[in-house]
């Protein structure tokens, strides 16, 4: 079992400890903090990133731990009345305790096998938020950012609608304790303005994630056994994938056919 600071890792949580010093000072950086930015982060470990948050001017640092063992830990190691620690699952927590002290900058090593709910999370809450950078897997945040092709799927759709993203710095796995499988990505991220509003949004998206059920196959194969009336579509667009299609497109498609 691995420790840091005499407290056993849990892997139920997920928990690789940064160690490397310049990714902190890359995720900081690329973020405004003034003495008027309210942060918050997600699983603080033993520290690491909230010190040097703390070195910032922040006004406040809100900090959700699921591990009570690092909450009482960090709250005791670092005494800063910016400071507030909530010893909850941040997939548990009623956001709209951010209201008051909002728009909030989000600096995070996320757990990685909880990162698509987070980044969920996060979109419907983005009237909370500024800006933030996010730690995830290598492969998560290639994903996030791909715009066409393979690799390209309903999550980068999705968030890239919702959200400007940016690649950082890629991270080694020698970068963390215990050093993790896979490589990782510090990904910045911005709500986007003014979005066009969807028409039946919640509709709009299984549709989407019906055209892209089985990336390799055609829009005509992955809808054909639905209740949509592709008869509508032009063929030459049935005869494409998901892949090859802009999110302009899939709307002017969504507008179409949910009448």
């Known amino acids: 079992m691995a420790y840091s600071q005499g407290i056993p890792l849990k892997k139920q949580f997920g928990q690789h400890f940064l160690r490397d010093h310049s990714v902190i000072e890359t ?14 982060e997600i699983g603080c470990g033993d520290g690491f990133l909230t010190k040097e948050i703390l070195n910032t001017s922040a006004k406040r640092l809100f900090i959700f731990e699921i591990d009570p063992d690092w909450a009482t830990y960090v709250q005791n190691t670092f005494p800063d009345e910016r400071l507030s620690m909530f010893q909850k699952n941040f997939l548990d927590i009623d956001l709209s305790l951010l209201q008051n002290n909002a728009p909030w900058t989000m600096l995070s090593n996320l757990p990685y096998q909880v990162t698509f709910p987070i980044l969920h999370t996060l979109q419907e809450n983005r009237h909370l938020l500024k800006e933030g950078v996010i730690m995830v897997q290598e492969e998560v945040a290639q994903k996030i950012v791909k715009t066409r092709g393979k690799g390209f799927g309903y999550s980068s759709l999705f968030f890239q609608y919702y959200f400007e993203w940016r690649l950082l710095v890629k991270v080694p796995p020698t970068a963390f304790h215990p050093a993790p499988k896979v490589f990782s990505r510090l990904l910045y991220f911005k709500p986007k303005q003014n979005i066009v509003v969807i028409p039946e949004e919640e509709g709009f998206w299984k549709f989407i994630k019906q055209c892209f059920k089985q990336p390799r196959r055609t829009l005509k194969n992955n809808l054909e056994q639905t209740h949509y009336r592709i008869t509508l579509i032009d063929a030459n667009i049935l005869g494409l ?4 299609i802009s ?7 969504w507008e179409l056919i949910r009448s």
């Not at 999110?247 to 498609?253: K, M, R, V």
């Open 247 to 253: 999110i302009n497109d899939f709307i002017a498609l």
């Open 241 to 244: 994938r998901a892949q090859e």
């Open 27 to 40: 995720m900081i950086s690329a973020v405004e903090i003034t003495d008027e930015t309210s942060v918050f």
